[in-house]
């Protein structure tokens, strides 16, 4: 599809300003559509390594429709301006982190406010893939002055690469992304720094439940520092509320008062309320673990194994058994088919069990 086409996504080329995780993985989204992409970086090589794995061109934008400001929460409001500024015919949208400081300090109606709910624990260009958004909420984010046209085109680029968007303001978009994102992201740093002084011996034991709940402490320091300063306010009111309930289950495990069990179906209840995927209603999702030799071909094979017994896979893991030349493949399924994947599987000579 050609960029110029009037049913394209984009009436133009686009260009992404910032080629890390996340502007590579936009600009690799929007190269499969057939969109005209343009790349630029404070960082030569990270222009380099994104067009050297295809997500546009390094050259410069003559006129581009949309401009995806891909830059570091700390470098966005004077990016946002710059692009606004340089390019007087583009819709300019972000993909920060927080949205209250850009919404507050840009008033043109060509700014539209963005933020994909999709990354991973590592940053940069090499890191990003086209597939990053599928299935994954994208908070758009508009202000008082945005331009209902620009938009929609933001909301067209993101629901085009997969995404599924939610609408909001950036007050009520900053209080979610603190409960849902930036403090469980410190809880995780936090049990993960407890793992600093522990003998290696203690750490051989380690099992999926603690890389769940570590996986996101792995993250980039600069940037989780620039994202947690960027929402302060609303971050610090929760760790006040999780302080508090951290002291109430601290006094029940020493009491041993009986209320530990009250915390966990607190948190069970939590886990529930957590949407599926593309923010359906939370899916009864059960999970069958398949024991595979560590050998290439073997991942694909067991994928055509559950494909051909009518399975859809909702999520998976990997837990490679320490010192042996097998893996655990956690494959998520709907609760209702599991039984009959367990069965269907173990037929076909796979060592599956629930
Ligand atoms: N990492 C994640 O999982 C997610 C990050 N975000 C947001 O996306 C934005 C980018 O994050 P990542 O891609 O993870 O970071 P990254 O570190 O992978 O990429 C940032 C890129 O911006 C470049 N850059 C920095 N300042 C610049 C400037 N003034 N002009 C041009 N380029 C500049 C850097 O050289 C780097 O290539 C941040 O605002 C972050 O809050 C949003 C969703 C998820
Ligand atoms: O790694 C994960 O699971 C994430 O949830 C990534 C993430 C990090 C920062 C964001 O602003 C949005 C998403």
Avoid: Y
Wanted: contains cysteine; aromatic residues 2%.
């Amino acid at each position: 599809m050609s960029a110029d086409r009037p049913d394209a996504v984009v009436p133009g080329p686009v260009l992404v300003v910032g080629c890390g995780l996340i502007g590579t993985s936009v600009a690799l989204a929007l190269r499969d559509l057939g969109v005209t992409v343009h790349l630029r970086d404070a960082s030569a090589s990270h222009v380099e390594i994104a067009a050297s794995v295809g997500a546009g061109s390094p050259d410069p934008v003559v006129s581009p429709a949309l401009v995806v400001v891909a830059v570091p929460p700390a470098a966005v409001v004077d990016a946002v301006r710059a692009a606004l500024a340089e390019f007087p015919e583009a819709v300019v949208t972000d993909v920060a982190s927080v949205k209250g400081p850009i919404c507050a300090a840009v008033t043109d109606p060509r700014f539209v406010g963005g933020h994909p709910m999709a990354g991973k624990e590592r940053s940069g260009p090499m890191a990003a893939s086209g597939l990053l958004f599928e299935g994954r909420a994208w908070a758009v984010v508009p202000t008082a002055d945005t331009d209902p046209e620009a938009q929609a085109l933001v909301e067209r680029v993101a629901t085009s690469v997969g995404a599924v968007v939610r609408r909001m303001d950036a007050e009520s978009h900053d209080r979610a992304v603190a409960l849902v994102s930036h403090v469980p992201h410190l809880v995780s740093a936090l049990t993960a720094g407890l793992l600093t002084e522990a003998p290696s011996d203690d750490l051989a034991l380690a099992g999926q439940g603690l890389r769940d709940v570590i996986r996101i402490a792995g993250s980039d320091r600069g940037l989780w520092v620039d994202i947690i300063g960027s929402n302060a306010d609303q971050v610090g009111g929760i760790l006040d509320d999780l302080a508090t309930r951290l002291d109430d289950l601290r006094s029940a495990v020493r009491n041993a008062d009986g209320s530990v069990g009250e915390h966990l179906d607190r948190g069970r209840a939590g886990v529930a309320r957590v949407p599926g995927k593309h923010g359906d209603q939370p899916a009864e999702i059960a999970t069958v673990f398949v024991s595979i030799d560590d050998t290439p071909g073997e991942l694909s094979r067991l994928f055509a194994a559950v494909g051909n017994a009518g399975v859809n896979i909702e999520d998976m893991r990997i837990d490679h058994e320490l010192g042996r030349p097998v893996g655990v493949v956690e494959v998520v399924v709907q609760a209702g088919v599991a039984e009959h994947l367990l069965t269907a599987l173990t037929e076909r000579g796979w060592a599956a069990f629930r």
